[in-house]
């Protein structure tokens, strides 16, 4: 484990990276390792029980399960709704998503969240917060999480500001190295340490494992396309047009330079932003 946290910063001191560990707690170990077992069993449930479709297993991302949760929005949808799982998967997501110890992973990560980007963090929760307003049916996973959704890879052989969190039983000196291929740089990512990665920008992977070793992670995130919902007013794009011309979005888009800028802004710096919220 992270003796302590490891930042990664821009040339203008801005927190991009932060690998962060677990926290202070000697049973966090045991906490991670419940939650691999969990996983796994989760795994075998679905195959015994052929609760999986054919090739389910088999994406861009490597050769393993994953069963998602959450709020999201693109694709079509005329509004954000929960995800809804297959019915011979919800229970296995179920007893997933009241695991106590994926629980307080998950609460964890939350609030490192909010530890490591402070400004960001705020964004979130005003428009998530608003949105949820908006629509009282949309729903949270976990009640001590601001992140709306949360992807479980089941392993055994899961590859890697989304926040991620690594489980399973491997030598992390040699397996499951975390790759950040922009940044051009490789790190240990031991089984109960978390990072947080802007992978909107940053191209990310795990190096393979030996043939007897086990890796499965919990990962939670955001969708754009909520933030892009509430910023335009919960109207999606085509109705922004529809009622105020291409105009009315591209005000609401802002320049392309000025979005950018603002985004930019919302990243920490590990001096002021930090010390000023939580002095």
């Known amino acids: 484990m992270l003796s302590r946290p490891l930042l990664l910063l821009d040339r203008l001191g801005r927190i991009i990276v932060v690998f962060v560990g677990g926290p202070d707690d000697p049973g966090w170990a045991a906490v991670a390792a419940d939650a691999a077992k969990t996983l796994d069993d989760t795994r075998e449930a679905g195959i015994q029980t052929n609760a999986f479709a054919d090739g389910d297993e088999l994406h861009r991302r490597g050769r393993f399960y994953t069963l998602r949760s959450g709020v999201s929005h693109g694709g079509g949808q005329p509004c954000p709704k929960n995800g809804t799982a297959a019915p011979a998967e919800e229970p296995l997501l179920n007893g997933l998503l009241n695991n106590k110890n994926i629980r307080r992973i998950c609460g964890f990560q939350s609030s490192a969240f909010r530890t490591w980007a402070p400004k960001l963090s705020k964004d979130y ?12 049916t949309l729903r949270l996973n976990f009640t001590n999480s601001i992140l709306p959704s949360v992807t479980f890879n089941l392993g055994p052989h899961a590859l890697g500001w989304c926040a991620i969190t690594n489980a ?9 190295l975390l790759y950040l291929r922009e940044l051009k740089l490789v790190v240990e990512f031991p089984a109960g340490a978390t990072s947080f990665i802007p992978s909107a920008v940053v191209h990310h992977g795990n190096t393979p494992l030996a043939p007897h070793e086990t890796r499965y992670s919990i990962t939670q995130y955001a969708a754009g396309g909520l933030f892009r919902y509430v910023q335009y007013k919960f109207r999606t794009a085509k109705k922004v047009v ?7 979005k591209a005000a609401l888009d802002r320049a392309p330079g000025e979005r950018h800028a603002a985004g930019l802004s919302l990243f920490s710096t590990p001096s002021a932003d930090h010390v000023q919220c939580f002095s």
């Open 125 to 136: 929760v005003t428009d998530l917060r608003s949105l949820f307003d908006h629509d009282p």
């Open 168 to 176: 399973g039983n491997f030598d992390a000196t040699r397996s499951a």
């Open 242 to 248: 529809a009622s105020g011309g291409v105009g009315s």
